[in-house]
């Protein structure tokens, strides 16, 4: 059985910093092509973050410079470093695991805001 537990959301001021973990069990790790998505209220859920397998990143253009994704595939994580936060970065923040599938977390909430 697959699972992606998030940790680390939580209410943050503008300008703080918050890391978000992923805890992933089911799935050979490595092989997979992991991200964090987010999804605020009243939008589509969108990318932020991913790392593939071979640990090339890729970032929204939202977050670039602030935010970074890192892999430990020995402990079968990936973190999310967020730093510099904007109340626009408020949102539900989730895991996917892609190896032609999908698989999901349940999210974490996110709230940038003084």
């Known amino acids: 059985q697959v699972q992606l537990v998030e940790s680390g959301g939580g209410l943050v001021q503008p300008g703080g910093s918050l890391r978000l973990s992923c805890a992933a069990s089911g799935i050979i790790f490595s092989r997979y092509r992991m991200g964090w998505y987010r999804q605020a209220p009243g939008k589509q859920r969108e990318l932020v973050a991913s790392t593939t397998s071979g640990g090339i990143t890729k970032y929204a253009d939202s977050v670039k410079g602030r935010f970074t994704i890192s892999r430990d595939n020995a402990k079968n994580t990936v973190d999310l470093q967020m730093n510099s936060l904007k109340p626009e970065d408020t949102a539900v923040y989730y895991c996917?695991?892609?190896?032609?599938?999908?698989?999901w977390g349940k999210g974490t909430l996110v709230t940038v805001s003084s």
């Open positions: 996917n695991a892609n190896l032609g599938v999908d698989y």
